[in-house]
C-alpha cells in the first residue's frame, strides 16, 4: 500500500482545472495539441460500459472527442459538473509526471435509464 501527499493531491487537481479551462478555450488549437497540454500521448481513458476505454490521444479524439465535436454542434461546456440533472458520474484521474495518464469514468447506468423511464432492475425482477 502506499500513501498520497497532499501536494500530490493538490498537483493532480491543479492540473485537472487546467485541462478543463483548455476544454473551456478550445478553439485555436487542434485537438492533438489541446490534450497534449494535460495528458501523456499514450493516455488511457477506461469509459463505463456502452461506451468502452480508449488508448493514446489520437484514438481518444476518434472515439469520443470528435463525435461530441461533430454531431453535438450546439454544445455548451458548462464545467465539470453537472448542476441540471442527477446522473451519477464520478471521474477518477492518475496523473504521472506533470501530465494526466488515465481517467476511470463510473456512471450509474440503471440509475440514468431510470431517470429516462426504463426501470432494468423491474424487468428483471418480472424476467425472473
Not at 40 to 46: A, F, L, S, T
Not at 88 to 94: G, M
Request: charged content about 25%; hydrophobic content about 40%.
Amino acid at each position: 500500500m502506499f500513501a498520497v501527499s497532499a501536494a500530490c493531491g493538490e498537483a493532480t487537481l491543479a492540473l485537472i482545472s487546467r485541462m478543463i479551462g483548455d476544454i473551456k478555450a478550445a478553439g485555436t488549437l487542434t485537438p492533438q495539441d489541446e490534450l497534449g497540454q494535460c495528458w501523456h500521448d499514450d493516455m488511457i481513458c477506461w469509459g463505463p460500459d456502452g461506451i468502452g476505454a480508449t488508448y493514446t490521444i489520437d484514438r481518444y479524439i476518434e472515439q469520443h472527442q470528435r463525435p461530441f465535436r461533430t454531431k453535438l454542434p450546439d454544445r455548451h461546456f458548462n464545467g465539470h459538473l453537472c448542476r441540471a440533472a442527477d446522473m451519477r458520474v464520478v471521474d477518477i484521474y492518475r496523473r504521472e509526471g506533470d501530465k494526466l495518464a488515465e481517467n476511470w469514468i463510473f456512471i450509474d447506468i440503471l440509475h440514468f435509464l431510470n431517470m429516462q423511464g426504463v426501470d432494468v432492475l423491474a424487468g428483471l425482477k418480472k424476467a425472473l
